[in-house]
């Protein structure tokens, strides 16, 4: 039985002549191309698709008739983009949002991820553990709770009130400081992990030698730890940005009516007006306008990288 099991697992092995690293890495990009890029793929289908009322509701983009395969491909929806200021005011808006949001994420988890890493080493997995707990309740129910904190008979009005530190409630509910504190929040995780990540492996014999030089904490940790960390900070801002740009809960829960973002925009095409077409349009806008910029950079810094080898 156990041979046979074998048997199976390695049939792919023998069948494609794969070698054992590369049946390893292939799945991850088989996983990519099954959940990623085929889906992607159907989402331009419809962008280019015209709206029609039934099931689906968007008409098809090839038919046949009188021997012949025609394609019809509708790019109005690309240029109603274009044209309308509401969009770009609305990617502007959440490009502006989420690079907020990506620098207070830094501003407050640097100190976290260095602190993290210089604790003594017993320490360090309980602090990690404090990082990742939030990860342990559901994301919908964390962002509901700021509701309860911010509004303005919530918990932190009430008791700010309380001590005489205020006289009024503070409108936070409901507005942008409220999608900020909501963003740093939920993605503050994501940028600690990877900085501690770098942090905790740096060689501390650098620091060492520049105290021995005569380097003042400030100077060392400008001139050697911050340069050494470079990556990780690249690391966590990427993760923390990319999902920020449409990000649709937080705003939808926490800011006002004018809070313009892309993942509520994507939502209101998609389920409030049933336009398909528009919003498939915009997602993959969207998904150019981000993807692009970041490749040039990743093809920067590798060749950046290379040039200092």
């Not at 969009?87 to 949002?97: D, K, R």
């Not at 963003?183 to 501690?196: A, H, K, Q, W």
């Not at 990427?238 to 800011?255: C, D, H, N, R, T």
């Amino acid at each position: 039985m156990k041979r046979q099991f074998h048997s199976v697992l390695n049939w792919p092995v023998r069948r494609f002549n794969l070698t054992g690293r590369t049946a390893v890495v292939a799945g991850p990009f088989v996983w990519l191309l099954l959940f990623f890029l085929v889906p992607f793929l159907l989402v331009v289908k419809i962008s280019f698709a015209d709206l029609q009322l039934g099931i689906p509701p968007y008409t098809e983009l090839t038919s046949f008739a009188d021997g012949a395969i025609n394609l019809k491909l509708d790019l109005s929806h690309y240029a109603f983009l274009v044209t309308d200021s509401l969009y770009f005011a609305t990617y502007v808006n959440s490009v502006v949002v989420a690079a907020i949001s990506t620098l207070l994420c830094l501003l407050i988890g640097y100190p976290m991820a260095y602190y993290i890493a210089r604790s003594d080493p017993a320490r360090r997995n309980l602090l990690m553990m404090a990082v990742m707990l939030p990860f342990w309740t559901s994301f919908l129910i964390r962002v509901y709770a700021w509701i309860g904190i911010l509004k303005n008979n919530g918990l932190l009005n009430n008791f700010l009130m309380s001590i005489g530190l205020i006289h009024s409630p503070i409108e936070l509910y409901h507005t942008n400081t409220a999608v900020y504190i909501g963003m740093v929040y939920s993605y503050l995780p994501f940028l600690v992990m990877p900085l501690y990540a770098h942090l905790v492996k740096m060689d501390m014999t650098l620091l060492e030698a520049a105290y021995d030089l005569g380097a003042r904490p400030w100077k060392a940790f400008w001139q050697i730890t911050l340069p050494l960390s470079k990556n990780g900070i690249i690391a966590g801002c990427l993760l923390v940005f990319i999902p920020a740009v449409g990000e649709y809960v937080i705003p939808e829960l926490l800011g006002g009516a004018n809070t313009l973002m892309i993942g509520r925009v994507m939502w209101n095409e998609f389920f409030d007006n049933a336009d398909w077409p528009m919003a498939s349009a915009v997602t993959c806008a969207m998904v150019v306008l981000l993807l692009v910029p970041m490749a040039f950079f990743q093809y920067a810094q590798a060749k950046a990288m290379e040039e200092k080898r």
